[in-house]
């Protein structure tokens, strides 16, 4: 598919289309990008794009003006890629893990850890600075893997939900980075652009905004509330901006549950971006043990965490509003009988879980009060109530993951700075213990039917695999997969768990808790193709009914038109 890129210069304070021009780049029709970096000198993108077979994200390398599409072979589950200094390596997340590789070939080198990555930036000086997960400070690490430590921790403020987007400046010391909440609240004053540096010791606002942003050495690009592509001159010799803000673009690709926006700038003032958020879309479809499509639930758009009510009419999922910049939960009919929206507070609310007799919903909301568990009747007659606050200042994050069967207990997973572990919340009292006390992370907790049972992943192994312990006392382990393994489901009668492979293959393991408990043999059943993950709260990819003949996915699905990248070459600054 040959792409039509439209180019006008900009200027700063505002655009003036001086001069307009038009090329071609060439991409392949199935592909639709989504994030995307440009080398320092403007001469290559790299881009994650879905693998076709399979659906994972993976990176792709193009030379700006060729045709040809390079694919960097091990780099299936990617996202967030950035560029070393020099142009010959990219680093990236996948896994959990950060990694870097050359763009020439051979194996990705893993540099450290990275549960649910917020970008990162290579600097001049061999110093790598990046978010490992979604409320963490930053993290500090040499481009050899060598001296991991803290880079942010030190600058924190209670207020501060998460530390994201990094932008090292060309003197490889200063960097920039995003700093704020998710409370999408009007008039907010202290989330925006930040500047410090490798000492750690400095913090000054640059700029107010709830967006990633991109530097080229002259300006800084973002998107505003309204989604618009704005543009800034700033200086980092004085550390200020200069001109008013200059709007580049009425609309660019924007992802609320992130903040990150479809934009990358070279140094020398090439740009790039996307009107969409590329590979995002998704539709809950119906898929047999074969892998055949039975039929689709609701239409297609940015969906999340689809989890079936206990008798199988309804499903909850999070769904974004781009308009609105938020993510609420909605509840719809399997059936096809339409849908309703279930939470409505302007912050996020997400990961709905339902409980045994399928009378509430407990999920996480983020707002100006920080992270809490919140518990609502299915049928919005009634008003939530907050069972655990996590305050602004730890910031953690907590999320349900299974519902006991007794009603009595959420088990839940808190993400903490040094990793994510499942608490114990009792519905009626709100305070978390600890379930597990195993060395890797762990998420996906899931109560058998019959509530004896707790299927689990964790890395502890190095690796993510799926695990059954026992309930309440969580007295042995029986490790689950074979190869890896994540996002544990048990079928109703409890004698078969599924997974999902690292490969993207939904696996069937039988298992007996007759005695003592055993499992069978894991057996592949189907590519389960589900939609990249977005957020670190995608924590639900499909779910099964209660008899283990249907899955509900949460399928990927292409866009009908793949919005053309918009190019801008050299863009010169002034007034």
Same mark, same amino acid.
């Given at each position: 598919m040959v792409v039509v890129a439209s180019v006008t210069w900009w200027v700063a304070r505002r655009p003036v289309p001086t001069?307009?021009?038009?090329?071609?780049?060439?991409?392949?029709?199935?592909?639709?990008?989504?994030?995307?970096?440009?080398?320092?000198?403007?001469?290559?993108?790299?881009?994650?794009?879905?693998?076709?077979?399979?659906?994972?994200?993976?990176?792709?390398?193009?030379?700006?003006?060729?045709?040809?599409?390079?694919p960097l072979p091990g780099t299936q589950g990617a996202s967030y890629p950035f560029w070393s200094p020099d142009n010959t390596a990219v680093a990236f997340f996948a896994n959990g893990k950060l990694l870097k590789m050359s763009i020439s070939g051979g194996?990705?080198?893993?540099?450290?850890?990275?549960?649910?990555?917020?970008?990162?930036s290579w600097g001049s000086k061999g110093v790598i600075i990046y978010?490992?997960?979604?409320?963490?400070?930053?993290?500090? !690490?040499? %481009?050899?893997?060598? +001296?991991?430590? $803290? &880079? /942010?921790?030190?600058?924190? #403020?209670?207020?501060? =939900?998460?530390?994201?987007?990094?932008?090292?400046?060309?003197?490889?010391?200063?960097?920039?980075f995003w700093a704020g909440n998710f409370a999408n609240l009007k008039g907010d004053r202290t989330s925006g652009i930040y500047l410090s540096s490798l000492e750690g010791k400095e913090r000054k606002l640059i700029a107010l905004c709830h967006s990633s942003f991109a530097y080229d050495s002259h300006n800084l690009y973002y998107a505003d509330d309204q989604r618009q592509l704005v543009g800034v001159a700033f200086d980092p010799s004085s550390d200020t901006v200069s001109g008013?803000?200059? !709007?580049? %673009?009425?609309?660019? +690709?924007?992802? $609320? &549950? /992130?903040?990150?926006?479809? #934009?990358?700038?070279? =140094?020398?003032?090439?740009?790039?971006?996307?009107?969409?958020?590329?590979?995002?879309?998704?539709?809950?479809?119906w898929i047999d043990r074969s892998g055949k499509e039975l039929g689709r639930v609701g239409h297609s758009a940015v969906t999340s965490n689809p989890t079936l009510s206990p008798e199988g009419g309804r499903v909850a999922a999070d769904i974004s509003d781009l308009k609105a910049n938020n993510v609420d939960i909605w509840i719809e009919s399997t059936s096809g009988g339409g849908n309703s929206r279930f939470t409505f507070d302007p912050a996020e609310e997400v990961v709905g879980v339902w409980s045994r007799d399928g009378s509430m919903?407990?999920?996480?909301?983020?707002?100006?009060?920080?992270?809490?568990?919140?518990?609502?009747?299915?049928?919005?007659?009634?008003?939530?109530?907050?069972?655990?606050?996590l305050p602004n200042a730890t910031m953690d994050d907590?999320?349900?993951?299974?519902?006991?069967?007794?009603?009595?207990?959420?088990?839940?997973?808190?993400?903490?700075?040094?990793?994510?572990?499942?608490?114990?919340?009792?519905?009626?009292?709100?305070?978390?213990?600890r379930f597990l006390n195993g060395k890797g992370s762990e998420t996906n907790g899931q109560?058998?039917?019959?509530?004896?049972?707790?299927?689990?992943?964790?890395?502890?192994?190095?690796?993510?695999?799926?695990?059954?312990?026992?309930?309440?006392?969580?007295?042995?382990?029986?490790?689950?997969?074979?190869?890896?393994?994540?996002?544990?489901?048990?079928?109703?009668?409890?004698k078969e768990i599924f997974y999902i492979a690292p490969n993207g293959m939904l696996t069937a393991v039988p298992v007996s808790s007759e005695g003592t408990f055993s499992t069978g043999t894991p057996a592949p059943l189907f590519q389960i193709r589900g939609r990249a993950p977005i957020s670190r709260t995608d924590v639900f990819t499909y779910d099964v009914t209660k008899d283990g003949k249907r899955f509900l996915v949460n399928r990927y699905v292409a866009p009908e038109h793949i919005a053309p990248l918009t190019i801008l070459l050299n863009t010169p600054t002034g007034n």
């Open positions: 001069t307009r021009m038009q090329f071609a780049l060439d991409f392949p029709e199935e592909m639709s990008i989504s994030h995307m970096a440009l080398s320092r000198d403007g001469s290559m993108l790299v881009f994650v794009s879905p693998e076709e077979n399979s659906a994972l994200p993976m990176l792709f390398v193009q030379r700006i003006g060729s045709p040809d599409v390079t194996s990705p080198q893993v540099l450290g850890t990275a549960f649910a990555a917020r970008g990162g978010s490992p997960d979604a409320q963490s400070p930053l993290q500090r !690490v040499n %481009a050899d893997g060598t +001296g991991m430590a $803290p &880079a /942010t921790q030190s600058i924190r #403020l209670a207020q501060d =939900q998460s530390h994201r987007w990094p932008v090292f400046l060309p003197d490889g010391t200063h960097f920039l008013g803000v200059g !709007v580049i %673009a009425n609309l660019v +690709g924007f992802q $609320p &549950a /992130t903040y990150w926006t479809a #934009l990358t700038v070279a =140094q020398n003032g090439t740009f790039i971006y996307n009107t969409s958020v590329g590979a995002a879309q998704s539709v809950l479809t919903l407990a999920y996480r909301l983020a707002d100006s009060e920080g992270t809490s568990l919140e518990i609502k009747t299915a049928t919005g007659l009634e008003r939530e109530r907050k069972r655990y606050t907590i999320e349900p993951n299974s519902w006991s069967s007794d009603g009595q207990y959420l088990l839940c997973m808190r993400q903490t700075a040094s990793g994510a572990y499942l608490v114990l919340v009792p519905v009626a009292s709100g305070e978390p213990t109560f058998s039917l019959d509530g004896k049972w707790v299927a689990y992943a964790s890395d502890e192994s190095g690796n993510w695999e799926v695990y059954v312990t026992s309930f309440p006392g969580a007295a042995g382990k029986w490790q689950v997969s074979r190869g890896g393994g994540t996002e544990p489901r048990w079928r109703g009668d409890g």
